[in-house]
């Protein structure tokens, strides 16, 4: 098993930085299409989410495989590779197939133990099958995170940790009130009518809105979605379909919007929300602070400033990593523990940080010395030392840190519209944010208010039924590897058998049909018994870590020929498309 992740989510990368990289539909499909005509990649699949894009791909080559990957990413979603590095994680092998069955059981949703991501998942194996990119590998691996994700949240309490990210967005609008107190009576509008929409759309139905509002560009979807609701038997909500060019007549009447659409531009722009305040209100909008509207929100700002922060870590980089030859590069994968994970330069350098400054030198000959920044950063706190000490000898103590007095801030108005924008990209203008009456919850404001939320007792639960389910997992992809060996060996095994009854029938021409049945029969058993106890153990040491060598010293004793194993791999492999490319479990 090679499996390699290359990606990118929310724990990685801003907002801003995820919404750039966002892929539609069209630049999905190319992606995986241009990934498997790529040489280190015999399969692909993709996962793509409004908080997480990652490609995965069965390669033959690993510094090759990295280097394909984040390229392709890089080019299908628009952001220059330079600029998208920095915010790349790279998983592989065992660390891969842990880092997906986590994603699967929630623990890495920005919301914790949600389970949508498991619909997510389910779809991008469905979409791999249809452009035929899965292979054995990724077929067994996305069929088994499926798998592993509904027994965590059957076998634990992992829901009561977190919820739909639909949920989280309502009870950050309700700002404390309980979601249903602050729903009821309500009228809420959804823009949209795909799986998050109708999500965010029921859960408003559940929460006790009086009236349901579906728009969307296709028509039918919308009033498909409006029947549904009042045909419900859980709610008793008013339901009905609007035509988009009614969206700003309707936000007049609503108290609170949903916006989850695929589009590639802002849905609503912050002039389009001021005129539907003004129209509820009969004042105009006004702005906080007094800052104009095409200024930068403050979530704008706190993104750019861990943007700066992320990209200015090294104060003095380390030369380019050439991520194409495996030969000379200090890394010895074969050593390193099966599987492991990287994050931003190192990641795309293949190689840990501990050893990425090796690695530098290695690709520039030698002329990186770490000596001489180490000096300066002695010369820094020497200089600080000696202010400090001069400081005390002044004023007979060190000065303390401060904090600044509380600026005041004005109150904000209490809102009369409340907007929840949870597509990627934004359908809302950030702007927004800043309007006077209004309260926006967006992926970005999601993500600040999710990095504080509380973790329940049952994640490390589910953690542990993550390492059991990579153990199990990773054995039966090495018992998988020695199966056809095994499997020619007992056909050659066979085939022995059969030629010498054929010589036995040649040298005993009146042998009667009993008889040379019974004496086949003997003959295969004594070769069954011969065969078995090696077979089932040679499985059973395949299976265990470094198990790997007991295939080719089974060909090797047996002289089994290279191509009868490789004829039965294809038709597994063939067989193992038939089946599961049919859709997934």
């Known amino acids: 098993m090679s499996l390699l992740v290359v990606g990118l989510s929310h724990r990685s990368a801003p907002v801003s930085v995820l919404e750039r990289a966002s892929l539609n539909t ?18 692909a699949a993709l996962l793509a989410t409004c908080n997480r894009i990652e490609l995965y791909a069965d390669v033959d080559k690993f510094h090759a495989g990295v280097a394909e990957l984040s390229t392709l990413l890089a080019q299908h979603s628009g952001v220059g590779l330079e600029e998208l590095t ?10 891969a197939v842990h880092h997906l069955f986590s994603v699967a059981c929630g623990l890495d949703s920005m919301v914790v133990g949600e389970g949508q991501i498991l619909g997510q998942i389910k779809d991008s194996l469905a979409r791999a099958q249809e452009l035929h990119t899965a292979g054995r590998l990724l077929n067994d691996l996305f069929q088994q995170a499926l798998r592993v994700g509904k027994r965590a949240h059957s076998e634990t309490g992992i829901d009561r940790a977190g919820q739909s990210l639909v949920t989280f967005g309502l009870e950050q609008l309700s700002a404390g009130t309980a979601v249903t107190d602050w729903a009821r ?30 728009a969307n560009r296709t028509q039918e979807r919308a009033e498909r979605l409006a029947r549904i609701l009042t045909e419900g038997d859980d709610t008793d909500v008013l339901a009905r379909a609007v035509p988009m060019n009614a969206v700003p007549a309707e936000l007049t009447r609503a108290d609170v919007a949903v916006s989850c659409t695929g589009a590639t531009g802002l849905v609503l722009t912050a002039e389009s929300i001021a005129a539907a305040v003004e129209g509820r209100t009969g004042a105009p909008a006004t702005e906080l602070d007094g800052e104009s509207l095409g200024g ?22 380390l030369p380019p990593a050439t991520l194409g030859a495996e030969e000379g590069c200090p890394l010895d994968l074969a050593s390193v523990e099966p599987g492991f994970s990287l994050l931003g330069e190192s990641a795309v350098a293949g190689i840990d940080a501990a050893t990425l400054e090796q690695h530098g030198t290695w690709v520039d000959n030698g002329t990186v010395d770490r000596r001489e920044h180490a000096d300066r950063v002695v010369e820094a706190d020497a200089e600080l030392i000696t202010a400090l000490a001069a400081t005390v000898a002044s004023v007979g103590r060190v000065p303390e840190l401060r904090r600044p007095e509380p600026v005041a801030v004005a109150p904000r108005p209490e809102p009369v519209l409340f907007l929840l924008d949870l597509a990627m990209p934004r359908d809302i203008d950030a702007a927004v944010h800043r309007l006077a009456g209004v309260r926006l919850v967006d992926i970005e404001s999601l993500a600040e208010a999710s990095a504080d939320a509380p973790m329940a007792a049952d994640v490390d639960q589910v ?5 059991g389910e990579v153990a199990d997992f990773a054995a039966a992809q090495r018992a998988a590897h020695i199966t056809p060996t095994v499997v020619a060996l007992r056909t050659m ?15 005993l021409p009146g ?3 009993k008889h040379r049945a019974e004496i086949t029969q003997t003959v295969r058993r004594v ?10 153990r040679v499985k059973q040491l395949a299976a265990e870590p470094g198990g790997a060598g007991y295939a080719d010293a089974l060909r090797t004793l047996f002289d089994l020929d290279p191509e009868t194993v490789a004829s039965v791999s294809r038709a597994d492999e063939d067989s193992e498309k038939n089946g599961k490319n049919r859709g997934p479990a």
């Open 26 to 43: 069209d630049d999905q499909v190319k992606l995986l299409q241009d990934t498997v005509a790529a040489e280190p990649a015999t399969e």
């Open 86 to 95: 920095p915010y790349l994680y790279v998983h592989y092998e065992d660390r």
């Open 185 to 214: 009576g309500k009228k809420a509008l959804v823009i949209g009518a795909g799986s998050m929409s109708s999500l965010a759309a029921a859960t408003l139905a559940r929460a006790g809105v009086a009236e349901i509002v579906i």
């Open 296 to 317: 930068e929100s403050p979530a704008e700002d706190a993104g750019e400033r861990r943007t700066a922060v992320k990209t200015d870590v090294r104060e003095t980089p």
């Open 463 to 467: 953690r542990r039924i993550v390492a």
């Open 493 to 507: 095994a066979a085939d022995v058998v059969a030629s010498e009854i054929a010589r036995l029938e040649g040298r």
């Open 511 to 513: 042998l009667d049909g």
């Open 527 to 536: 070769v069954d018994k011969l065969l078995h106890a090696p077979t089932v």
